[in-house]
């Protein structure tokens, strides 16, 4: 084997950890289907350290409060996507009436009309499209979940606690993660559909902006070209002579 084909094999034995982190966020669906089911969670927390299950215990109530969080950004995010689609769909409705009041444009090349009319259709829709998607991503929806006082006061869980005595503490705490565990990752999966959301209404807020300025472009380069025509045609016509001085020229060289 070459030395080339050597340093390829041992760079792909030795991916870091991080790549399979990015594989697996490119690809959400491996990333569920590699969760911990409840079953597997509660045979690992089987510990006896009171220190280990309760740093355990911190870090599942941090992801939740992070999810917390990040649903306080995205649902920020989706209501200034819903604010700036608003106003801006209606500066280009009022621009598409200015459009149709603009007979010279309606008279001009059929090519350039047809241009005019599907990126205006293109620019409304997408951003009548970008509205709908970032008012999908603040939709209430009833997948969020809470802590359910079943699970915390659960009758047979608290009975077992009660009965190990100085250990009660550790197995009520081992029982609370799995179910706040179950709590983040419903969340978290939540807010991923609201992140894509989101940015599909970017993607296209981000098009209806290009297509306007490309409308905006295509009118102003319209305007100066025929501002220039017409003043080539009045050029032309001032420097030809009039039809009533060559006629009066005539008579004066016909006179004796």
């Known amino acids: 084997m070459s030395v080339r084909g050597r340093l390829l094999v041992r760079t792909r034995s030795v991916r870091p950890a991080s790549y399979a982190r990015r594989k697996l966020v490119k690809n959400p669906r491996t990333a569920t289907e590699l969760r911990l089911t409840p079953s597997e969670l509660a045979a690992r927390l089987c510990l006896t350290s009171e220190t280990l299950v309760n740093n355990i215990h911190d870090v599942v109530l ?4 992070a999810e917390d969080l990040r649903e306080t950004r995205l649902d920020g995010k989706a ?22 009041q603009n007979a010279a444009v309606l008279r001009g090349p059929r090519w350039m009309v047809t241009g005019l009319i599907i990126a205006y259709g293109s620019a409304l829709l997408s951003g009548l499209l970008a509205g709908g998607f970032a008012l999908w991503a603040l939709w209430v929806r009833e997948a969020y979940r809470n802590v359910d006082e079943a699970e915390v006061f659960n009758e047979a869980e608290l009975a077992a606690a009660e009965l190990e005595k100085e250990k009660a503490g550790v197995r009520y705490r081992r029982f609370l993660i799995v179910h706040l565990v179950q709590i983040a990752r419903t969340h978290f999966d939540v807010h991923e559909v609201k992140a894509k959301l ?5 993607l296209l807020f981000l098009w209806f902006l290009i297509s306007i300025i490309a409308i905006g472009a295509a009118l102003t380069a319209s305007a100066a070209l025929g501002a220039s025509a017409a003043r080539a045609a009045g050029a032309g016509v001032s420097s030809s002579p009039s039809p009533q001085s060559h006629s009066a020229a005539t008579l004066d060289g016909g006179l004796p």
């Open 62 to 65: 941090r992801l939740n409060q």
């Open 198 to 202: 989101i940015k599909k209404g970017q």
């Open 79 to 100: 209501q200034g996507l819903l604010a700036t689609v608003g106003l801006a769909n209606t500066v280009a409705f009022t621009f598409g009436g200015v459009l149709l």
